[in-house]
């Protein structure tokens, strides 16, 4: 086996990526188009902007408090909005550069291959330990072997149908939570899609199994959304989708909320995670045999641009977070950083699909465990 190390950053370029985000959240810029009849203006949104002699449009969500707000239109009213789109922004490529202060490969100064050994007979097992004190598992043969209370069970098509029998799966976040309802669509021949006349990236989507009565849903979380275009009926909070579920025994919640916001500052992030945690424990007060799964976010491949606005150092700070805040509630884990970090596949905004199917696995297990038969 051979090891390798990557300086990603250094020190120098982790204080520029914090100074951005204290002084430059709106580096990512969006827009909303505002329709009336024969009229049509397009105006700048975000969740904070800077003050002109433009008046402002307010849209803030009366029931998570969640601020989003656009420039006024000249000639139209702010209920004349229909859609959100993200902008593409060119500003800031030369301050980072790979190969120079991002991703620098780091050679050996010695010898760089490291000799596996099989275990001997009288070598003691190794201790779970805690995710939150260490690696919370490890790949071996592109197979992920969790540390810790979960077993990992290797499900086949069949086995799944019935794993999820009379569930009901809720997904809720961005596009690498998409994914995995995509995954469940290819791998589960009695799944069938509606037809919601969706776009094909943003959703909603829904699809039933009526032989083995499953349902399963996917929602986007709210702004920010860096999507070309989405319609602003389709703009929903996960704290409010929670709010309306039933819950039970057969409910299964996931959330993967993270990739959109490692642009704005922490606050913005704790703000969201806050309002989904009230959500989530008034859906365990309500109903405490609920399944709660939270992913966390995941290193991708960093392009020039990307390297200033999704760069994985924002993505360790925002995972301390999202534990930290769930820390105590009785939710499921799915560590989808240490799952990728260590396969073999490179990193990937949307991981291919080994990796993708481990992450399944863990899902099904946390849904049927073994020892529930």
């Given at each position: ?292 799964i939270i992913r966390t976010g995941k290193p991708r491949s960093l392009t020039l641009y990307y390297s200033l606005i999704n760069v994985d150092w924002y993505t360790t700070q925002f995972n301390?977070?999202?534990r930290a805040l769930f820390t105590g509630l009785n939710v499921h884990w799915i560590d989808a950083w240490e799952m990728v970090v260590a396969h073999h596949l490179p990193h990937d905004i ?24």
């Amino acid at each position: 086996m051979q090891a390798e190390v990557t300086l990603v950053h250094p020190g120098e370029a982790i204080a520029v990526l914090i100074r951005l985000n204290r002084e430059k959240p709106d580096r990512i810029n969006f827009k909303s188009i505002f329709h009336s009849g024969s009229l049509s203006e397009s105006t700048i949104c975000n969740i904070c902007l800077r003050p002109t002699q433009q008046p402002l449009c307010n849209f803030i969500d009366l029931r998570t408090g969640e601020s989003w707000f656009c420039y006024k239109p000249q000639n139209m009213s702010c209920d004349t909005r229909t859609n959100h789109i993200r902008m593409d922004n060119q500003h800031f490529k030369k301050i980072i550069q790979i190969g120079v202060n991002m991703k620098v490969f780091i050679g050996a100064s010695g010898p760089e291959k490291v000799t596996v050994l099989p275990k001997n007979k009288d070598q003691p097992e190794v201790k779970s330990i805690s995710v939150t004190s260490g690696p919370s598992g490890y790949s071996y043969q592109g197979l992920w072997r969790a540390l810790g209370n979960t077993t990992v069970r290797q499900i086949n098509m069949s086995a799944t149908s019935q794993c999820l029998k009379h569930k009901l799966v809720h997904l809720y976040g961005d596009s690498t939570i998409r994914q995995w309802f995509e995954y469940f669509m290819k791998t589960l021949p009695g799944l069938k899609q509606f037809d919601l006349q969706e776009d094909k990236l943003v959703g909603p989507f829904m699809a039933v199994d009526h032989t083995n009565n499953i349902l399963m849903t996917y929602h986007y979380h709210g702004p920010p959304l860096s999507f070309k275009n989405v319609p602003t009926s389709e703009l929903r909070y996960v704290a409010n989708e929670l709010d309306d579920l039933t819950g039970g025994a057969n409910t299964v919640v996931v959330i993967g909320v993270w990739a959109h916001f490692t642009s704005f500052p922490m606050e913005v992030y704790i703000r969201r995670l806050l309002g989904i945690r009230r959500a989530v424990m008034r859906l365990l007060d309500r109903a405490p045999h609920t399944l709660v799964i939270i992913r966390t976010g995941k290193p991708r491949s960093l392009t020039l641009y990307y390297s200033l606005i999704n760069v994985d150092w924002y993505t360790t700070q925002f995972n301390k977070v999202l534990r930290a805040l769930f820390t105590g509630l009785n939710v499921h884990w799915i560590d989808a950083w240490e799952m990728v970090v260590a396969h073999h596949l490179p990193h990937d905004i949307h991981p291919q699909t080994p990796i993708i199917k481990n992450m399944i696995d863990i899902l099904l297990s946390h849904i049927c465990p073994k020892n529930s038969g």
